[in-house]
Every structure is written in structure tokens, then in C-alpha cells.
């Protein structure tokens, strides 16, 4: 069996790029991470995408982006913490790149991370092309 890949770009972002290669328009810019609590099943194992979703299934928190870099020639990985109080308790699993518009460019769930009081934790989404 094929391992599922748990990020996938969102049709809005496929169908911006296409737009903007055919007609010369512009891209929105990826400005903001967004956390959830509903990325899995109840078994605990992470919920397939399918690239047209819009919203988390449980979002708790959208921050702005901490910084981003080009690891390869299409691919780009945007960086975003939590500080030691953000979402202190709170159980993350979905994860979201959000755009200057508010909309969903790219989308990830995970298995269940606990977010501990007393520590940062870093996360990071690669936006391949």
C-alpha cells in the first residue's frame, strides 16, 4: 500500500498558480499558519486530504508566519512557533498555510503533539511545487 501523504496543496492554490502562469495575474501571499484539534480519526491516526478544504476541522489558533526558506528550487518551508503558553494542554494534529486573502493554500494533519506548557514547540509545513 502507498504511504498516504498527509500535506497537500489546496485546489484554490493549484487553480491561483494556473491562473496566474496563463493569464499573468498575481499570487497571494502565504502569511499565516493555522492550528486545529480535529486532524484524525478516532483512532488517533491522521485524516486523508483531499485538497479542497477550506477551514480546519477544529481550529484553535491562526498566527503569523516566523520566517521561511527555499530548500530546494520549488520548495518552500515556512517556519512557525508556539510559545511556551500558546495552546498550553490543547492537542494539535492539523496544521494549514493561510494566505494574505484568508484562504487555505496548503493543508497537513499529523499524528496528535500535546502542547506542553514550559516549551516552545517549532512547526513546519514544505510547500512543494
Same mark, same amino acid.
Not at 484554490?12 to 493555522?34: D, F, I, N
Not at 508556539?82 to 496544521?95: Q, V
Given at each position: ?69 527555499? !530548500? ?41 503533539? !500535546? ?9 513546519? !509545513?514544505?510547500? !512543494?511545487?
Amino acid at each position: 500500500m502507498a504511504e498516504q501523504i498527509l500535506t497537500v496543496t489546496t485546489a484554490y492554490a493549484r487553480e491561483q498558480m494556473a491562473r496566474a502562469r496563463a493569464e499573468g495575474g498575481t499570487l497571494t501571499k502565504v502569511a499565516k499558519m493555522a492550528f486545529g484539534s480535529g486532524g484524525v480519526d478516532a483512532e488517533g491516526k491522521p485524516l486523508p486530504l483531499d485538497g479542497t478544504e477550506q477551514a480546519l476541522k477544529a481550529e484553535l489558533l491562526v498566527k503569523d508566519i516566523a520566517s521561511f526558506e527555499f !530548500i530546494a528550487p520549488a520548495t518552500i518551508r515556512y517556519i512557525c512557533s508556539l510559545a511556551e503558553t500558546e495552546l498550553a494542554g490543547k492537542t494539535i494534529n492539523e496544521l494549514a498555510l493561510v494566505d494574505s486573502a484568508g484562504k487555505l493554500t496548503a493543508v497537513r494533519t499529523m499524528t496528535n503533539k !500535546i502542547k506542553d506548557a514550559d516549551m516552545e514547540f517549532i512547526f513546519e !509545513i514544505d510547500d !512543494i511545487y
